[in-house]
């Protein structure tokens, strides 16, 4: 029952993600709007302290972003998939017992 | 939500690393107590942290032509408390701060503050209210991972507010100013976050069915 309910759910994210595309705009970062407000309300603002390293190209960037995820979701994986070897094997140690049981 | 770097007048910076050192303590002490008590639990606190990182790294398209990215605090806070999200997400915070050039070291307290501990609150709360109600567990874990992530944002706009009041309109105003910025954008955002983690927690507990769930996934029960 789980499996169907992911499908679903699953299929419900992809649609939040692909109308907005299809609706179109410019898709800038909202954390960058933000500091945007500030230099709009106060003229000539400049931060008072900058990034002691940069990602030197928007390429580079994008490496490292597709690394914390791909980290992410490798150690989900990971762990999704232990859990599932390990509730076979439980299944696989009770069934022998559970017929011996049976046969008694 | 990041505060870039060098955006908030120092004396907020260090008010924000005050208010926020305490929760990241007792997160630490709580993890050390979990993982002691309970080894079975270490996976889904790997799971929890991994979630936030996936999550906080995906800048998705909303209906407002903006960008903006999910937060991914609530899975770990519904699951283990929310003292736990406050150090797993201070290190997504600094990995990005450090090698992302997004958000920042000055900022780190500020940010720490609405997504590592304001959301994973919200979040819990939520999750045990919805206990209480008697509504369906994956129901509770939908309201408390997006409504989570909202409140993060929220936070963030409150945070920008009391740095730059408007002139006009003083703080309320300027804190409005900042939820124009983040709040709409947010709000599909919220829900696809509260969707992934109900799938999150349905594969990490297999067959594990209805609320035992998220106990199964804690190490309660087995």
């Known amino acids: 029952m789980a499996a169907h309910r992911s499908f679903w759910l699953l299929g419900a994210v992809v649609l939040i993600v692909v109308i907005p595309l299809m609706m179109g705009g410019e898709f800038s970062g909202t954390d960058d709007q933000a500091s945007q407000v500030i230099e709009k309300s106060q003229p000539g603002y400049q931060p008072w302290f900058t990034p002691l390293w940069r990602p030197p190209s928007s390429e580079i960037e994008s490496l490292l972003f597709a690394l914390q995820a791909a980290l992410g979701a490798g150690v989900i994986g990971y762990v999704i998939g232990r859990r599932h070897g390990q509730t076979k094997d439980q299944d696989a140690d009770r069934s022998p017992s559970d017929t011996r049981r049976t046969v008694k | ?222």
């Open chain 2, 1 to 222: 939500m990041h505060i870039m770097e060098g955006y908030l007048p120092a004396a907020h910076c260090a008010g924000w690393f005050a208010v926020s050192a305490p929760f990241v303590i007792a997160g630490a002490i709580r993890i050390r107590k979990i993982v002691a008590e309970r080894p079975q639990a270490r996976m889904t606190l790997a799971a929890s942290g991994a979630f936030t990182f996936v999550l906080s790294a995906l800048k998705m398209p909303s209906v407002t032509g903006s960008c903006s990215h999910p937060t991914g605090t609530g899975l770990g806070a519904v699951v283990f408390g929310p003292s736990v999200m406050a150090v797993l997400g201070v290190i997504v915070l600094l990995f990005q701060a450090l090698l992302l050039a997004h958000g920042g070291l000055t900022t780190l307290g500020a940010n720490t503050f609405s997504m590592a501990i304001v959301g994973p609150w919200v979040s819990y709360g939520l999750w045990r209210l919805g206990g209480k109600a008697g509504l369906p567990a994956a129901v509770s874990v939908f309201l408390a991972a997006s409504l989570g992530d909202l409140a993060t944002y929220m936070t963030t706009s409150v945070q920008l507010a009391l740095a730059y009041p408007d002139p006009v309109s003083g703080y309320v105003g300027a804190a409005l100013k900042f939820c124009g910025v983040f709040a709409i954008t947010q709000i599909p955002l919220a829900i696809a976050e509260g969707l992934l983690t109900v799938v999150v927690i349905d594969a990490l507990a297999g067959k594990t069915s209805g609320a035992d769930k998220v106990g199964f996934l804690a190490g309660e029960t087995r």
